[in-house]
């Protein structure tokens, strides 16, 4: 292999090398951005969740008590025993789990979506702490709470006033602007989980749909190891039921229906399409290539080249020529990827998962979390990206070179 | 049939045939080459001269026959072996030049030692050395687009030159030239057998280029005539 020779065949034969690096660039730019785009889904469909610490959320539907007065459970979540959350607990693959019950209570005069948060433990809604706006956060073993803000506005709560709920009296210590901290386990109060277990199992309401003692929970969030997230969330169903609505990143994507957050495989075989398409075009120009430079190769024969070394020369050149390809089809990419982080995706929260009951004004409205695409191209899928270039360039090199070093000198040589 | 076949020839031909299909192109030929002769093989277009050559300079393989240079048989060579047998034995003077047009004048002389393990200072002298014999000094660095037809066929002549060839195969070397560069072309090529006793084997269909040659081939329907 000849440096000058490839070095000037490469920038004297502009065309033919733009040809060829245009078709492949294209198409590896294609395989990165789709993969890039892939796990920037992927990782937006970690939000909701990510915002309270966990990977997987749990809730039992259940039924709705006939009269909806005092302290009831909302129909998407019901009991979930002591039992069941220690059964849980033990599963290979949970690494943490963040308990709560939440509450809807109706007083005479008002309406409460209530709570109940384990102050100390960082998966679960207990991240609002991040978020407390004046006041305090709930502190272990005292029964206070802590109003959302906008709730608080609305009915001019403020901190060191007390509120009554279901006959209980609770000091509000403090006000969180939980719309900033979660669009998932939010509510109008917060109290210690075992305020909330109390007023739970001390409701007839409660207890004719959903028998519940104080131990018991009705929302769990489950921190797990991310290759087990899929078989954990059928395993748990086998615990706690068959209707259990059990969120994961997964089913955010699957609500949020884009192509690209549908499946791995779908994306691989989209980037299989491009990749395959990009060859094809590559090889097409490269052999048109060679083929226009049959008399030339047959003067290298006759000058006293060998196969070997007219292979190796073509090799060398489609292997450089690809790994421009790979160079520019990374800058396309990273292009695109710069163009798309200004995108943004609504993830919907599911119906089940919000927490305000559809009879109260905005119930029904359809939650978001809106982000931006974080659209990034890791090292890894760069270095992927080129070196399956430089494969191509020498795959491509190596068995259009054997073929044209076959020709004869005498057959391409002869004068016009 | 034959024509001039000596002992101690430095090329030989014999019995050479050549056949595609049923299209024979070259019947029976035998002849031979001392070293430092220059022969002129003359005939009509098509009559089998350019592919005779190919056979001597083992570019193409006989159907029949044998080829010998320097007491060697390289119609049994392989495709490398044959390779090397040009690289070192042989240079080839083409009409229509064949430079390689990405090349500058001096790179396209040293093109037959790229693949030889030698450092680019060294291919470069060498190439310059017969650049400047060639009175082209002054345009090592040009492409073969700025270059005349004359000034391309030097820089073909000092490629053929680089390896110090034993033979010398031209293919009409003056064909795409002007009377005036085609004889400057001559002169060098008769300089060359004289001076540096390299064989010279040459296609024309001119016969008065060949009356400078040291002997004449006539070829006709694929056979050498006289």
């Known amino acids: ?416 | 049939m034959n024509s001039g076949t000596n002992n101690g020839a430095l090329l030989s031909g014999k019995g050479l045939s050549k056949q595609y299909g049923d299209l024979k192109v070259v019947r029976n030929v035998s002849l031979s080459i001392k070293a430092g002769e220059f022969v002129c093989l003359v005939g009509k277009s098509g009559c089998g001269k350019t592919t005779l050559l190919s056979l001597l300079s083992g570019l193409e393989r006989p159907s029949n026959g044998q080829v010998m240079l320097d007491g060697k048989d390289i119609t049994k060579a392989t495709e490398d072996e044959l390779a090397l047998f040009r690289r070192n034995n042989v240079g080839f003077i083409f009409q229509s030049f064949n430079l390689i047009p990405t090349l500058s004048a001096w790179e396209n002389v040293a093109l037959p030692l790229f693949p030889m393990a030698m450092s680019e200072q060294e291919r470069k002298r060498r190439a310059l050395e017969l650049l400047e014999k060639m009175e082209l000094g002054h345009r090592t660095e040009h492409l073969p687009s700025a270059l005349s037809g004359g000034e391309k066929q030097r820089v073909a002549i000092a490629r053929a030159l680089i390896n110090h060839p034993k033979v010398l195969f031209a293919d009409e070397p003056t064909g795409n030239l002007d009377s005036a560069t085609g004889d400057a072309i001559m002169e060098i090529l008769n300089k060359l057998h004289k001076e540096e006793g390299v064989g010279v084997l040459m296609v024309t269909h001119e016969v008065e280029l060949a009356k400078t040659a040291d002997r004449l081939i006539r070829m006709q329907d694929g056979e050498v005539v006289s």
Not at chain 1, 124 to 129: D, N, W
Not at chain 1, 235 to 264: C, H, M, N, W, Y
Request: hydrophobic share 50%.
């Open chain 1, 1 to 416: 292999m000849n440096l000058h020779y490839l070095k000037n065949e490469l920038w004297y034969q502009r065309r033919r090398t733009i040809a060829a690096i245009v078709g492949l660039s294209i198409g590896i730019g294609l395989l990165v951005i789709l993969n890039a785009l892939s796990t920037a889904y992927r990782q937006a469909g970690h939000a909701p969740l990510k915002e309270i610490g966990a990977d997987i959320t749990v809730q039992r539907p259940g039924d709705v008590p006939k009269d909806l007065t005092g302290v009831v459970f909302p129909c998407s979540a019901v009991t979930i025993t002591d039992d069941q959350v220690k059964k849980i607990g033990g599963l290979e693959g949970v690494r943490g789990i963040g308990k709560g019950v939440l509450l809807w209570i109706f007083d005479p005069n008002r309406a409460w979506v209530v709570l109940g948060v384990e102050q100390k433990n960082t998966i679960g809604p207990a991240v609002l702490r991040s978020a407390v706006a004046e006041g305090r956060f709930l502190e272990p073993g005292k029964p206070e709470a802590l109003v959302e803000i906008s709730y608080a506005r609305q009915f001019d709560i403020k901190v060191g006033d007390t509120i009554t709920m279901a006959g209980a009296s609770f000091p509000v210590v403090g006000l969180a602007d939980a719309s900033r901290a979660a669009k998932i386990a939010i509510a109008n109060v917060y109290v210690p989980i075992e305020e909330a277990q109390k007023l739970a199992a001390g409701s007839s309401q409660v207890q004719s749909v959903s028998p519940f003692s104080a131990a018991d929970v009705n929302l769990l969030f489950i921190k797990a190891d991310q290759e087990k997230i899929t078989n954990l969330a059928s395993t748990l169903r086998t615990i706690v039921g068959q209707k259990a609505t059990i969120g994961t990143p997964e089913s955010f994507l699957k609500l949020l229906g884009s192509f690209f957050a549908l499946s791995d495989k779908l994306t691989m075989a989209a980037s299989l399409i491009a990749i395959i398409v990009a060859v094809l075009i590559a090889f097409k120009t490269m052999a048109g290539n060679i083929a226009e430079r049959a008399r030339e190769i047959g003067v290298l024969k006759a000058v006293g080249w060998t196969n070997r070394n007219v292979v190796g020369q073509l090799l060398a050149e489609s292997v450089i020529q690809c790994f421009l390809a790979g160079i520019f089809g990374l800058i396309l990419a990273a292009i695109a990827a710069y163009g798309l982080s200004f995108m943004q995706v609504s993830i919907p929260i599911p119906w089940d998962m919000s927490p305000t009951p559809h009879f109260l004004p905005g119930g029904g409205d359809q939650v978001f979390k809106t982000l931006s695409l974080s659209v990034q191209i890791p090292w890894i899928l760069a270095a992927f990206g080129i070196l399956l270039s430089v494969v191509i360039g020498g795959v491509t090199g190596a068995l259009l070179g054997r073929n044209i070093s076959k020709i004869k000198p005498s057959e391409v040589l002869r004068h016009e």
